[in-house]
């Protein structure tokens, strides 16, 4: 818009100080053209304020505050999401997810989608094993993919991406661009989900930005307790983005991004070496994981 057809300002900017000056910036936005804008803008202009009044915030502290944001700025990019992370340590994440993902108590709950997905990721068909090469012992991971009323959802597309047991994803390897632990393939014509992977460890999430300063500013672990990422898309359906937690984990109760839910718990079981559920002859100790994913279908 040209600046001399802005509506004209028609309240004062001058000499404002504490709650009038609040007021002044709220009123700016009073002409926006999206309401939400303005409701979201508004929102945030109070609290803001407010936040600041309540600390007393300090120019040194306000300095700090800025060139924070700045750094994780310039740390951020197309590998990297210092903004998602520091969301994620703030608790914004999962509030975010819970606000939106207001549904059936039989639906799958969702969690936080973290910053190590990728897309692209290789095709294998029920059964494969995904692992690549990741370290760690074999783990069958297996169950269904069904509606909240329980019926089969064929050919739902399952994204699966996981660290190893040191606790590192594929991506975050500086010196080898091996694909590991990820992968997507299709549950069968009953639902029917299967793949061989590793059984996961808990990890820190990456420490070495402005997200880890404050952590350790805080005095704040930054683990996360063993889990394995999946999305799961289904057409007509709600995508479900979520993890599955093992039972047992010394982390369940302070991960760093406050993504666990109860329902997202199951057991890895030991096995000794023998015939596993596929039918297939393991020389070494081996896992099982079973879990059911519900979605939610989308309303006309
Ligand atoms: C993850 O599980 O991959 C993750 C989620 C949030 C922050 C960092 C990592
Ligand atoms: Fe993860």
Redesign the pocket.
């Known amino acids: 818009m040209d600046q001399d057809t802005k509506k004209p300002i028609t309240y004062g900017t001058r000499n404002l100080a504490d709650e009038d000056l609040t007021q002044a910036v709220l009123a700016t936005f009073e002409n926006s053209s999206s309401e939400r804008f303005q409701k979201v803008m508004q929102s945030l202009v109070r609290h803001l304020h407010a936040f600041v009044k309540d600390v007393e915030l300090t120019e040194e502290e306000w300095f700090k505050g800025i060139d924070y944001l700045t750094r994780i700025g310039h740390i951020t990019d197309d590998q990297r999401q210092e903004f998602v ?1 520091l969301s ?1 340590i703030l608790g914004i994440s999962m509030l975010v997810i819970d606000i939106n993902n207001k549904q059936s108590p039989e639906a799958t709950a969702s969690t ?1 989608f ?3 997905f990728v897309e692209g990721s290789p095709r294998f068909a029920n059964g494969d094993d995904i692992a690549n090469g990741a370290s760690g012992e074999p783990c069958f991971m297996h169950g269904h993919v069904l509606s909240i009323a329980g019926e089969p959802l064929p050919d739902a597309r399952i994204e699966i991406w996981q660290a190893d047991d040191n606790g590192f994803y594929d991506v975050q390897s500086q010196e080898s661009s091996q694909v590991y632990g990820r992968g997507h393939l299709y549950a069968d014509e009953a639902g029917n989900y299967s793949f061989w992977s590793v059984r996961p460890e808990a990890y820190p ?2 420490e070495d930005g402005p997200v880890g300063e404050l952590l350790e500013a805080a005095n704040r672990s930054p683990m ?1 307790p063993a ?1 394995v ?1 999946f999305m799961i898309k289904v057409p007509g359906y709600k995508t479900l983005i979520t ?1 599955v937690f093992k039972e047992g984990d010394q982390y369940l109760d302070s991960d760093a ?1 406050f ?1 666990v839910r109860s329902s997202l718990i199951t057991s890895f079981d030991r096995h000794e070496p023998g015939i596993a559920p596929d039918g297939k002859k393991m020389d070494v100790p081996f896992y099982t994981m079973h879990y059911d994913f519900f979605l939610m279908p989308i309303k006309e």
């Open positions: 992370l994620d936080v973290g910053p190590f999430i990456p996360r889990h990422h993890h991004v993504g």
